[in-house]
């Protein structure tokens, strides 16, 4: 998985299904971060980048209604 964030929740829960995250320097369009993912310009993720509950106050779309 690429991604530029991720809290310690979604963190946790995407490790436990054994997939591997990586995090982007710079969040671009998809074509581009596969490129870099490709070309190994991408660093592992070790653990969460951002605080518990940062994107349910950012990120509205989230909340089912």
Aim: hydrophobic share 45%; no cysteine; glycine share 8%.
């Amino acid at each position: 998985m690429l991604a530029g964030i991720i809290g310690p929740e979604m963190f946790e829960d995407i490790r436990a299904l054994h997939v591997n995250i990586y995090y982007l320097e710079q969040p671009d369009l998809v074509r581009i971060a596969y490129i870099a993912y490709l070309q190994r310009k991408v660093k592992p993720a070790w653990g969460p980048n951002v605080d518990k509950g940062f994107g349910r106050n950012r990120v509205r779309w989230l909340t089912p209604w």
